[in-house]
């Protein structure tokens, strides 16, 4: 069984920066994806970012483009979501995801959930 654990949510100023991490715990963790979601109140939960099991490729949703980085550490069996130029409708609860090997847009597909970390990007 996979169990993910994500951390790393605090409050931040707008503009800011903040690295989220999301710990696995499972032998075979480089053979799943991992993708990063967030979902704030009153929305819909949104993928974010995807990061396939080997890490050779990742994807962006247009939220997060130019803004968010996605990395994993298979030997840590980490990923990571490095984010910057932060804006006050990043607030949200962030969730990381794991299914087989290769990312896919429905969430639906993810078979392992962490608990999520929460951002709150104000004054």
């Known amino acids: 069984q996979l169990q993910l654990v994500e951390s790393g949510g605090v409050l931040v100023q707008p503009g800011g920066s903040l690295r989220l991490s999301c710990a696995a715990s499972?032998?075979?963790?480089?053979?799943?994806?991992i993708g990063w979601f967030r979902q704030a109140p009153g929305k819909e939960r949104e993928g974010l970012s995807c990061?396939?099991?080997?890490?050779?490729?990742?994807n962006y949703a247009d939220s997060a483009k130019g803004r968010f980085t996605i990395s994993r550490d298979n030997a840590k069996k980490m990923v990571y979501l490095q984010m910057s130029s932060l804006k006050p409708e990043d607030t949200a609860v962030y969730y990381c995801?794991?299914?087989?090997?290769?990312?896919?847009?429905?969430?639906?597909?993810?078979?392992?959930w962490g608990q999520g970390t929460q951002v709150t990007v104000s004054t």
């Open positions: 499972t032998l075979s963790f480089d053979s799943y994806a």
């Open positions: 995801a794991a299914r087989s090997r290769y990312c896919a847009g429905s969430r639906g597909s993810y078979a392992y």
């Open positions: 990061i396939v099991y080997s890490g050779v490729s990742t």
